[in-house]
């Protein structure tokens, strides 16, 4: 299944930062942030309750490639069916 990359931000780490930093572990890539899009809520039988920032951003600098995370990667004008339900249903 499909899944847009993403992370912890890390304990005073400003979102930015953060956000370069995730992009760079599991892309290979440098971006620059161009706007905030939205938020996805990730609600789980087991209490849990995950907030997720969305994001839009240029490649700056290199080329995506996969990582341990996910070895294939994918651009898709919208969400394929084929993605993590929270994500499908945002």
């Known amino acids: 299944m499909w899944h847009i990359p993403g992370g912890t931000i890390l304990f005073k780490e400003p979102i930015l930062h953060a956000i370069k930093r995730i992009v760079k572990e599991e892309l ?12 996805i809520e990730y609600l789980k039988e087991e209490g849990r309750h995950t907030i997720t920032n969305v994001y839009l951003a240029k490649i700056k600098e290199g080329s995506p490639r996969g990582s341990d995370q996910a070895k294939e990667i994918g651009y898709f004008k919208k969400l394929t069916e084929n993605c993590v339900p929270p994500q499908k249903n945002s």
């Open 28 to 39: 290979g890539i440098k971006v620059k942030v161009i706007k905030h899009l939205g938020v």
